[in-house]
Structures are given as structure tokens and as C-alpha cells.
């Protein structure tokens, strides 16, 4: 293990196979950026991504992830707690599963798109801790897991989004709730196998909307274009 403890560390051109912890101060990533076949785990400081960062798979449970650059992981990732800023991408690879989980405030500022899977099984993920837009954009053949009752919160408004382009489902019991200012645009599937999924926010809903569960339109404007369910 490699643990960046503080001060301000600039990472240029950098690969290897350690595992990698930032505890406090900040890491930089620059120029030909930081490629490591090890793990990395951010518990706090920042992480500024400004050229691109591919790890094999972490967690991160406190701290900021910043910059306008690509984190990309491919391996499985754990998100507990922290902050994802600076509008840059975090790019989770085919195969690979982002699990969003436990009470702690995940706060996205952000995009996160997803080529694997993403399993939202904790709470408390709330977009906007920045005047930046978060964005979760699942990719077809991706699939987003929304289970039991998290919700997507709002912290400063913005055009926060959820657009899915493969497969959403929500399962558990009780309700997800997609706040107002967050759009849910959708031209793949939905698919809420218990419980209810609550729409918020408005958007453009076409391709499958499918149960046995409750899809509901409980405020902004929703488009439906092309829709077909059961």
C-alpha cells in the first residue's frame, strides 16, 4: 500500500501495480495521467482527476473526488460517503459493478456513466453539492440496480439528470423517489419489480416501462414517447 497522508502530490505519467489510499492533502493528476493495475481508496483529501485516472476497482468513503478528467475503474467500486465534483467523467467498464451503499452522504457533481452495472443499496445520494450538474448516464447494455428505498436528492439546483439508454430496475420494498430537479429521461427499459418508483423531476420517457410494481408520475412534465409495458 501506497498512502498519500498529505500535502499536495502531482501524479504525471505515472503506472504500476500498488494499491493506492489518500487519507488527507491532494493528489494531482496530470499530463499522461495515472494508470494502476493496483486499488485505489480515497477515506479523505481530494483527488483532482485533470487528465484521466484508471484504477482496478476501490472505494471511496470519504474525501472529494474533483477535476474535469476520466476516472475509470475496472474492477468492482465501492462509493460509502464523499463528494464527486468538477464535472468530469467516472467511467465504470463492462463487467463492472459500482455499489453505492450504506447512510452516508454521497454528493455528485459529477458524471457517472455506466458500461456495467451500478447497484444503489444504500441512501442518501444527493446531486448538486456544487452549482456543477450530476448525471448518472447508463449506456445500453448497462444496467442501473436501485435496491430498497435510497432516494436521489437534491443539494443546489441545476440540470441534474438520470438518462438511461439500457436497462433501470428498482426492486425491495417501499419507494425510490427521483427528486424534483432531477430529469429522468429514459429510452430503455424501466423496470420496477416491487415497490414504487417516483418521478419527481419530469422527463422524456420512451421504450419499456414494465412491473409488477408502480411507476409514478408525482410532478415536472413527462413526455412519453414510443412507450410500450406490462
Keep these: 500500500l501506497i498512502e498519500f497522508a498529505g500535502g499536495t502530490h502531482t501524479l504525471e505519467a505515472v503506472s504500476g501495480t500498488a494499491d493506492l489510499q489518500i487519507s488527507s492533502g491532494t493528489v494531482q493528476v496530470t499530463g499522461a495521467g495515472l ?5 485505489t481508496t480515497l477515506v479523505g483529501g481530494t483527488v483532482s482527476v485533470g487528465t484521466s485516472l484508471r484504477t482496478n476497482g476501490g472505494a471511496m468513503s470519504g474525501g472529494t473526488l474533483s477535476g474535469a478528467g476520466t476516472f475509470t475503474t475496472e474492477g468492482a467500486f465501492t462509493w460509502s460517503g464523499g463528494s464527486m465534483t468538477g464535472g468530469g467523467l467516472v467511467v465504470v467498464r463492462p463487467g463492472v459493478t459500482l455499489t453505492l451503499d450504506t447512510a452516508g452522504y454521497k454528493d455528485l457533481s459529477r458524471v457517472i456513466e455506466v458500461e456495467g452495472s451500478l447497484d444503489y443499496t444504500g441512501s442518501n445520494l444527493r446531486f448538486g453539492p456544487t452549482t456543477t450538474a450530476g448525471m448518472i448516464h447508463i449506456l445500453p447494455g448497462a444496467t442501473f440496480n436501485a435496491v430498497g428505498d435510497g432516494d436521489f436528492g437534491v443539494w443546489n439546483s441545476g440540470a441534474h439528470g438520470i438518462v438511461n439508454e439500457g436497462t433501470f430496475t ?14 429522468f429521461n429514459t429510452s430503455g427499459t424501466v423496470e420496477v419489480l416491487e415497490g414504487t418508483l417516483q418521478l419527481l423531476g419530469g422527463g422524456i420517457e420512451s421504450g419499456a416501462l414494465l412491473g409488477p410494481g408502480l411507476i409514478e408520475f408525482a410532478g415536472g412534465t413527462h413526455t412519453l414517447e414510443a412507450v410500450s409495458g406490462t
Design 170 to 183: 428498482r426492486s425491495g420494498e417501499g419507494t425510490t423517489t427521483v427528486s424534483s430537479g432531477i430529469a
Design 35 to 39: 494508470d494502476i493495475s493496483g486499488t
